[in-house]
């Protein structure tokens, strides 16, 4: 089935690191995404990667990928407010649409 | 470059009525997709359009249509308008109808319906 599982919430001090973690479904999912969305905006591409990596980095953002238990991970280093947000992760489904999680909510705190 | 468009942002209707949203891609990017983000569903797959046909298309109601235009633009139909139907309704553009690509989102149409 179509089910990608994210944590709801998460809390995090400024200037810490974020780790948001999501587990997907179909392990014939050929790329994985991170998007962001802040309120009353559209879905910003954060990163993706391919299926046959297991790590991708970029500035502050990493991405950990372990295909063996389809657990995907997302990191941000040093933690900024502006990175309040919530964070969906994305598995292709059958190579044309995307499946999403139900979304983190990511809160920074001073 | 100018990213994706939708129109319009905000928009009321009431129960019955039917409503035509538009989606401009990024310029070069051919495939279309259409999602609709509600609270309690999340993100939904609605449909896919490439070149002008509809490739793909979700588990929803025929009262969901679409269409692409031969500049890549593409509109949404909802018929019959239900409670159950507002959402915010994102478009998202790629350059490659299939396997895996960047898939870009517009800033959504809000819907409420009354």
């Known amino acids: 089935g179509e089910d990608v599982e994210q944590s709801l919430f998460l809390s995090v001090r400024e200037g810490d690191s974020s780790v948001i973690n999501c587990t997907y479904t179909d392990s014939s999912s050929t790329y994985l995404y991170w998007y962001k969305q802040e309120p009353g905006a559209g879905l910003q591409l954060l990163t993706y990667?391919?299926?046959?990596?297991d790590m991708k980095q970029d500035q502050r953002l990493t991405v950990l990928l372990n295909k063996k238990d389809k657990h995907l991970s997302l990191r941000i280093a040093d933690t900024q407010t502006g990175d309040s947000a919530i964070y969906f992760c994305?598995?292709?489904?059958?190579?044309?649409?995307?499946?999403f999680g139900a979304g983190t909510t990511v809160t920074v705190r001073a | 470059k100018a990213g994706v468009t939708q129109t319009p942002r905000y928009l009321i209707k009431t129960r019955g009525q039917q409503v035509t949203l538009s989606c401009s891609p990024i310029s070069g990017h051919r495939s279309v997709s259409w999602y609709q983000q509600t609270p309690g569903q999340g993100l939904q797959f609605l449909f896919e359009?490439?070149?002008?046909?509809?490739?793909n298309k979700g588990n929803f109601p025929g009262r969901f249509s679409g269409r692409q235009f031969s500049n890549s633009r593409s509109e949404m139909n909802v018929s019959t308008l239900e409670l159950g139907d507002s959402a915010l309704y994102l478009c998202a553009s790629s350059l490659a109808s299939s396997g895996s690509r960047e898939l870009f989102f517009g800033e959504g149409s809000r819907l409420t319906v009354l």
């Open positions: 359009y490439f070149s002008e046909t509809q490739r």
């Open positions: 994305a598995e292709t489904i059958n190579d044309y649409k995307l499946s």
């Open positions: 990667i391919f299926s046959n990596m």
